[in-house]
């Protein structure tokens, strides 16, 4: 039984960072592409970053692109990402993501997901 668990989210302030981890069990981790995603009530799920199965590819979404990093280890199988400066508009559910395959378009992404952990940014 595959399983992705979260963890790491919090309330923080503007300008604060965070550092989300995902541990992987059930799969053959690094074999699998790693993704997180974000979501606001109402809204869609929204790619914010990807990394592939070595670590050696990562694709972020713009407007996180050098304030947030993705990074794996795979002795450990978890992934983590890196949040900093953040805003009032990264407040979100993250959840992290596995697919066998890397590369975009990112909205086809995702045979494995996890429940997701909230982040929120206070001004």
């Known amino acids: 039984q595959v399983q992705l668990v979260e963890s790491g989210g919090g309330l923080v302030q503007a300008g604060g960072s965070v550092r989300l981890s995902c541990a992987a069990s059930g799969l053959p981790f690094g074999s699998y592409a790693m993704a997180w995603f974000r979501q606001v009530p109402g809204a869609n799920l929204d790619f914010v970053a990807a990394?592939?199965?070595?670590?050696?590819?990562?694709d972020y979404l713009d407007s996180v692109k050098g304030r947030f990093t993705i990074s794996r280890d795979n002795a450990k199988n978890t992934v983590y990402l890196q949040m900093n400066s953040l805003k009032p508009e990264d407040t979100a559910v993250y959840r992290c993501?596995?697919?066998?395959?890397?590369?975009?378009?990112?909205?086809?992404?995702?045979?494995?997901w996890g429940q997701g952990t909230q982040v929120t940014v206070s001004s």
């Open positions: 993501a596995a697919d066998p395959d890397y590369g975009s378009p990112w909205y086809g992404f995702g045979k494995h």
């Open positions: 990394i592939s199965e070595s670590g050696s590819s990562t």
